[in-house]
């Protein structure tokens, strides 16, 4: 695909991004309205994710009527372009509902279809519209945030690195994943668990967060904001030269990113070899 071509994508992610995003945060402002639970009684969906997600639709179908979409709210659309936009309306939905200014809209186009494994990103953009952020990215161009080029940092070692992770919303999953924080903590600077994927990544890229880990993420969650980190230097994957999926995602800088790989496989291994995913 042209260079121009990839240019006009994220020039539609970034514009639908901050019109969706303006969206959201109106609703927040108005009080937000849980719509259903889904895997669990804590895994919510507001009114405020359908009706984000239903404006990011309508404004790329009337902008790439060929293109397919895979959206975490509604259903999957196959196009006959080869490209589908990848879409979480309102990620971070509990920082949402609770009034926690990190929540994003991450939208991503990706080659192929919405599969990690297979896919190639081309573009993608993450919106915070609670203070103001657009992160953004396509590839082979860099990754920039509200216009500043993005370079992720290197040389941190492993002891004075700050990680990143979210859990689950099943109960047992996230006992598991308790475990491997406990054997991981003291081996580095601390930990934090912030609650949205997207974001998290997009702090590794910003030099806010030295590594971001997590099991179990949907392609939505992650599809824009690991092209932001790759974008900016990051390494980003799973274990040996797997590529980041649903069984795990790791992003660091590629120092980094070898010093931990290993400490996180022995302890997915102790703790987690037997999870369903």
Known sequence: MTTAATAELLALAQETATVAGELARRRRDEGVEIAASK????DVVTLADRETEA???????????????????????????????VVDPIDGTVNYLYGI???????????????PATWTALAGAVRNPAIDELFSARAGHGAHLNGRRLQVGSG????????????????????????????????VRDVRRMGAASLDLCAVAAGRLDLYYERGLKPWDHAAGALVAAESGARVGAFGDDREGQSLLIAAAPDLYRAAEPLLTKLFEEFMADDDI
């Open 39 to 42: 895997s669990s009684p804590e």
């Open 55 to 85: 404006l990011i639709r309508g404004l790329l179908a009337d902008a790439r009527p060929d293109d397919g979409f895979y959206g975490e709210e509604s259903t999957a659309t196959t196009g006959t372009s080869g490209l589908t936009w």
């Open 156 to 187: 941190a070692p492993l002891s004075l690195a700050l990680f990143g992770t979210g859990f689950s919303y099943d109960s047992a999953r996230r006992t598991r994943q308790a475990q491997v924080l406990q054997g991981l903590i003291h081996e």
């Open 101 to 115: 200014p990190f929540y994003g809209v991450s939208i991503a186009v990706v080659e192929g279809d919405a599969d």
